[in-house]
């Protein structure tokens, strides 16, 4: 089976899990995951942890919720799509008027059809979210509104896996495990990131050292980052936060702040050289670039989609279902990552140790007989040589010759074979 | 009533005077503005004193000017339009023949309704101007040319405003008191800034001290800036000259030598949030940025125009009255500087200081229901604080957010009201 | 007679000489070329030699070559055309069939009546090329291949003109003597390179050094930097390989690694005000470039040509002959680089020595009545002083200001003589 398929695969067994901030559908999340990554560890924070200028909400725990009318029938219920309600809801049992009632029902009027998904993080309300044609089609009369849940001291839950490589240089990828059944939105991220792991576990040789963060949006990630901030500024070398990278729509990069990073010329590079793609500067930002970019944070990320989070109509409503996404989508995005990573292991600044141009023909790297019109191979190992200066690295000189780094990695081994190339990972 | 018919009325009430570079005329203007700014000082510098390269001239006084016919008939008169009369004419006194007066006759060929605008300052001659079809229809015959001027050692008059803030770093104003009767090109520029240096004078609070300079074109600056080079050079962080900002037809900025300057920043984005405008290079100059930017001295200093000096075809002839500027335009110049000395003096390095983005949400500044579509007003004030990491003047944030300045300020005082934003003014 | 057909003269002179890497022709060739400069040097270097990565190959002879039929009709001879033999062929002396004989035929498919250039220097093997049409022609039947070569230890040849000016800061002229009967590339290169030689030794004065190499390609060149490099390093301000400037269709310029050297914005800013003229970067090198702008080496060079080589059809075949080259063609390139050259001997940072603008009235360099619409000489002569802050060399202040340097010389030469500039070569 492809690659995309198996990671289709994991999105769709997280696909139906209520996740939210905090509480049981994300730690059911986790052990669905650990089943591709044995070495992921969760951590759990208390309620009322600080986290620079935010606190660890109380924990939500939602177990039944529907709104029935006057002959018991059930409109919605949270059984059977859980953007039915809106996420952090407080409980209440009681029967209103049609009137009321829709005091308390959120829909996406310019989407008819679809759930929208609702949150309330941090004020205390409850609500049901359900489609404008569904709202529309409610008649006046009594109905019964209930949802058991609860806020409690309870905790948030992130999770961690850790590569160890040659050095403790390291490369940090994040995503989100606080979506309720959304596919591409964030169903995606955590099944490419268990999945890219597992890649990167089974290289003969890993240069660095990989970090993946599982964790809820904004509260998670703040979390995450008070806690290991000295040890993130001092190790990370690029940061790539996967969102939305399970369609086949699009490919997208949310640039760093001042989009001049490490993170933003690899993940750039790779994607120049792929397929046609959409470039977002940081004031489109929206996911955990946010955070990981702050000033005085400051580490170098950028965030890799398919379509960009926001920018398909799907997006947080119940159409962002698992046939939004595809394993051809999943495919093009573990190709960008495995390009990606190969990338980054062969990364350095080389450096040519002859002066002129060395001898290829006596390498056998260059036709005997000289003729016009058929330097191209030649011309891409030359132009690589020229830059080899010791002022580039791979992505650099990719990005100046025009030659995908998967093509430069090529030449190089067989230079470094000749023993003309000198290495430094700096 | 508006501001910009205030200062259109201030303009008006210059417009018949007749100024040159120096004279009764200047002196008659500086004791107009002087009603609006009792604060204007006026500076007297002898003929022959030298600035640089050059020297104060001979000071012109003219009384009475015209040519008249056989028949005793006045062809033109000097009382009629001070432009009849070349600037700086030496006196005459003698009957011609038609070829001999047609030497001393200029006109605008392709604009053959308007009288040019002519003078000759450093070499002395005598000169009358008409229209071109006046000139035409002039008949073979006697003509009577009569100067009543006198050119002798006298003074150059230019005139200073200086308001001072809370530092000596000061903000530059210029402009021009030499044109004779023409409207945009020159009435415009000092009733502007006389109309400024009142506004400014009625802040509650200046951080900047401000300085504005009237005085007579090229020779005027020359002198000024010798006599104050070095205060100049240590104090001055912005200059800007008006010049032409009384129509309504363009906003114009004339860049400074390199374009790179605070002032062209300042200016540059206040204009592009304002209104579509035309952007000068420093190779279009023509005004005084040509003095105050020239090598050694290395003020910074851009023009403001509305329309730009030379690019408007009443310009420097007669059809540059009263009616070529408007209530309107002067509004639109007026507003343009308001928003700039705002700019200005809300203007300093801002530094967001909690780690990753605050909780807006405690603070009542985001919305308490996430749903996707509503985030506008959220994203300008995280887009602020994505770039208040110390590296950024309030400019530069707008430069980069695209955020109006005005909007930053209102953005930024909430932040600094919620002690979370430090300010460093540098 | 024109200087552009005067250095055609040359180049037919030199035109049906059989060059090579080495040997009789290119000795032939420095013969004929020191009849123009009679202080070209030429140095001989052994077969064996080591210049970096490479080695001097053994020299080439040869005296006699054909193909003749089985009447004795001679198919192909290379006293007609020096392109039928391969380049360094082998000899042999064997009756065929004509099977066997066409393996060692070589053709231009999509260039059916030209004879291709081809060469085999570095492995040994034996060649004929002819026209497509030609072979298509050969009968089955038993051909006599006859070549009467050989390849011995002797020596490479290159040829060195030094010209001495007052600093020892050198500009560096290269070009080709490698290339058998072809026009432009090369009997162009070496043809104008003594002219253009003979032209500075002429001038009165001269501040740079001017040296000029002629030697085979890619060897060549190695071997002169292996022999020269630390000279060189510390000499050579800019350097200008010289190939394909015969011919009358285009103008074009070869970048050095980074583009962004001395002679890149030299060369750049001549033919920017000369003419159209094509920019090519330093992925299309193709010449001596390739080396002298190796990592380490580090010469600032481009190359200079009018149609650049391999972009013509003519290239490399019996068509580039010396109808396609022409006098109006090498007249345009000796324009560009009497150009170049006064360029080079009069740039220097220039600094304006009086503060403000000077007063150009009282030196004659203004018009004494000021009126609108007459200022445009006015305007060059006070952007260029605008630009005199000694930030700027003469090529710089071309470029900011759109002014062509020649003219720029001349306002230079009368602010000299105002005593108001100052120079500094650095």
């Given at each position: 089976m492809s690659d995309g398929q198996n990671i289709y695969d994991i999105a769709k067994e997280i696909f139906p899990i209520c996740r939210s901030l905090s509480g049981k559908g994300v730690r059911q999340t986790f052990e669905v995951l650990k089943k591709y990554a044995d070495d992921l560890n969760v951590f759990e924070v208390p309620t009322g942890t600080e986290a620079f200028d935010w606190t660890v909400p109380k924990e939500w725990e939602i177990n039944e919720a529907y709104i029935e009318d006057e002959s018991g029938k059930r409109i919605i219920d949270f059984k059977e799509n859980n953007l039915h309600v809106m996420g952090y809801s407080t409980p209440v049992d009681a029967w209103v008027d049609l009137d009321e009632l829709l005091k308390h029902v959120y829909t996406q009027e310019d989407q008819p059809d679809a759930i929208p998904y609702i949150t309330s993080y941090y004020k205390e309300r409850y609500g049901f979210c359900m489609s404008e044609n569904m709202k529309k089609a409610l008649k006046p009369g009594r109905y019964h509104m209930y949802i058991d849940s609860r806020l409690f001291y309870g905790s948030l839950s992130y999770g961690e896996i850790v590569i160890p490589g040659e050095t403790d240089k390291e490369i940090l990828f994040t995503t989100y495990v606080c979506h309720p059944s959304m596919a591409d939105n964030e169903c995606s991220g955590p099944a490419t990131a268990v999945y890219l792991a597992s890649y990167i576990k089974g290289l003969k040789k890993r240069r660095y050292t990989y970090r993946f963060v599982f964790g809820p949006e904004t509260i998670g990630s703040i979390t995450y980052i008070s806690r290991n901030l000295e040890h993130l500024k001092s190790h990370v070398v690029a940061a790539y936060n996967l969102s939305c990278?399970?369609?086949?729509l699009d490919y997208s990069i949310v640039h760093s702040r001042y989009g001049n990073t490490f993170a933003d010329k690899t993940l750039t590079n790779i994607l120049k050289f792929h397929a046609p793609y959409s470039d977002y500067s940081f004031l489109e930002r929206g996911s955990d670039e946010r955070q990981y970019n702050a000033p005085g944070v400051d580490i170098p990320m950028v965030t890799f989609c398919r379509s960009k989070f926001a920018?398909?109509?799907?997006?947080?409503?119940?159409?962002?279902?698992?046939?939004?996404?595809?394993p051809e989508g999943f495919q093009g995005t573990i190709d960008v990552l495995y390009k990606l990573v190969d990338g980054l292991e062969n990364n350095a600044y080389y450096k040519i140790n002859v002066l002129c141009e060395p001898q290829l023909g006596k390498r056998g790297l260059y036709p005997t007989v000289s003729r016009k019109g058929q330097y191209d191979a030649v011309m891409m190992i030359t132009s690589f040589i020229a830059y080899c200066d010791g002022k580039n690295d791979l992505f650099d000189i990719s990005n100046i010759t025009g030659i995908p780094v998967d093509e430069l990695i090529e030449i190089k081994d067989k230079l470094i074979d000749n023993k003309i190339l000198d290495v430094d990972h700096e």
């Open positions: 990278v399970g369609d086949n920018k398909f109509p799907e997006y947080h409503t119940s159409l962002d279902n698992m046939d939004f996404v595809s």
